[in-house]
Structure formats: structure tokens, C-alpha cells
């Protein structure tokens, strides 16, 4: 198996069965000294797995499987999937709706047929950094 991609995969690959970061670092800790790895290696998958658990990777990565689309590898591309295929109101997101318009005109046409969903312009950035901090809090 080639390098893990998601936390998942790197639990199946190194036969990892907490869910708890600690728990896991000290399993893989023990796996290491099972199969004689460096201190070198182990510091690498260490990094790894610490990456591949961080709540922001796990939170970008759920909202990209709610609007149907496939997880990325890293924070910088489950962001990029996000701002390029997703369309949705913010206020949809906040209520764990997730509807994704596929195209900003879809999006206009949405948010027209429901204004109540709509959020004024001057406070569409400030709302929408709102939902996301407040879902990974």
C-alpha cells in the first residue's frame, strides 16, 4: 500500500484502532518498535498521522462528502474543492443543509426563490467565516 491519503487508510495500514489522538500515537509507537522502524521513520509517520488527524482536515473533508463530492489529501485542496464546485447558501450550511446549486447563476436563482435563506452582501463574508469556525469549534 502506498502512502496513506486519509486517516482511515492510515489506521488500516498500520492496524491502528483508537479514535483518540494519544491512544493512536502510542499504537503506533508500539508498532514501530514491533517491525524495528528508525527513530527517523517513526517521526515522519508521526507527523503524518498527526496531520491527517487535525479537526479542520476532518471537518473540510465531511463537508465534501455532504455535497457529494470526493475527499482531498491535503487542508489546501479540500479548501480550493470547496470555494471552485461548491454553490450554497450560507444559511443552508449553518443548518446542516447542504445543498450545493452547482453554478453561481443556480445559487442567484436559489437564493431568489428563497430570500429568507439569503444574507446581504456586507455580511455574506463575515457570516460565512462565521459557520465555518462555529462547525469546527
Known amino acids: 500500500m502506498k502512502k496513506p491519503q486519509t486517516l482511515d487508510e492510515f489506521k488500516n495500514k498500520y492496524s491502528l484502532k483508537s479514535v483518540d489522538l ?3 500515537v502510542l499504537e503506533l509507537q508500539e508498532y514501530s518498535k514491533k517491525n524495528n522502524w528508525k527513530e527517523e ?3 515522519n509517520r508521526l507527523k503524518l498521522l498527526q496531520k491527517l488527524h487535525r479537526p479542520l482536515f476532518i471537518r473540510l473533508n ?3 462528502i455532504a ?3 470526493p475527499t482531498e489529501h491535503t487542508i489546501t485542496r ?3 474543492s470547496l470555494e471552485k464546485n461548491v454553490y450554497a447558501s450560507v444559511i443552508d450550511v449553518k ?3 447542504y445543498y450545493n446549486c452547482k453554478t453561481k447563476t443556480e445559487l442567484v436563482k436559489y437564493l431568489n426563490k428563497n430570500p429568507h435563506k439569503c444574507v446581504k452582501r456586507q455580511y455574506a463574508k463575515d457570516e460565512g467565516y462565521r459557520v465555518f469556525l462555529e462547525t469546527l469549534g
Do not use: S, V
Request: aromatic share 16%; charged share 35%.
Open 22 to 24: 494519544d491512544d493512536l
Open 62 to 64: 465531511k463537508w465534501l
Open 78 to 80: 479540500a479548501r480550493k
Open 41 to 43: 521513520t517513526f517521526i
Open 67 to 69: 455535497f457529494g463530492l
Open 95 to 97: 443548518e446542516n443543509n
